[in-house]
T-cell receptor, first 110, second 114 residues
């Protein structure tokens, strides 16, 4: 089967850097994705890693180590609007299906 | 483009009632999905459709049926609603030609079963 683990909550202050970790167990690996969801809203795509290394998109970066079955999302220069839930997700086999983690609630404090 | 749209936004049902949740996308995507999200939980896949004319079960299909009416529309039906089906339901779509992990979500339907 497949499972993902990520911390349930993280708190940080405005302007700081925060890292949200995700470890996964999969039967076959086809990439790790990150989604953001504001309270009451729909999930939106943030980042995808298919290979080892760092992907950068503005203030957000995502890292993957396939040998460690581990990835993280790095948020820099935190802003109040970054307060949201962040989900890691892996593909289920060679299909387009995603298996989501239970999410990390990020609270950004002034 | 509207992206992914869902109707209704809110619904209250009594136990045993039936209803259909509607979803449509205008991005010409091949794959469509139905998820449910319970408080403090991640998204769990109910059913998905890899392409028009095909559907397959996800993690939690019991109590639901789906119809891929055409490439644009994918509906979810609850035949006999139960309180355990109280949840937020999200529809999503993705393109096979694009990055397979990029799913686009609708705004959700908040369903309460009494």
């Amino acid at each position: 089967g497949q499972s993902l683990e990520q911390p349930s909550e993280v708190t940080a202050v405005e302007g700081a850097i925060v890292q949200i970790n995700c470890t996964y167990q999969t039967s076959g690996f086809y990439g790790l994705s990150w989604y953001q969801q504001h309270d009451g809203g729909a999930p939106t795509f943030l980042s995808y890693n298919g290979l080892d290394g760092l992907e950068e998109t503005g203030r957000f970066s995502s890292f993957l180590s396939r040998s460690d079955s581990y990835g993280y999302l790095l948020l820099q220069e935190l802003q109040m609007k970054d307060s949201a839930s962040y989900f890691c997700a892996v593909r289920s086999g060679a299909t387009n299906k995603l298996i989501f983690g239970t999410g990390t609630l990020l609270a950004v404090q002034p | 483009n509207a992206g992914v749209t869902q109707t209704p936004k809110f619904q209250v049902l009594k136990t045993g009632q039936s209803m259909t949740l509607q979803c449509a996308q205008d991005m010409n995507h091949n794959s469509m999905y139905w998820y449910r999200q319970d408080p403090g939980m991640g998204l769990r896949l109910i059913y998905y459709s890899a392409s028009e004319g095909t559907t397959d079960k996800g993690e939690v299909p019991n109590g639901y049926n789906v119809s891929r009416l055409n490439k644009r529309e994918f509906s979810l039906r609850l035949e006999s609603a139960a309180p355990s089906q109280t949840s937020v339901y999200f529809c999503a779509s993705s393109s096979r030609q694009g990055r397979a992990d990029t799913q686009y979500f609708g705004p959700g339907t908040r369903l309460t079963v009494l």
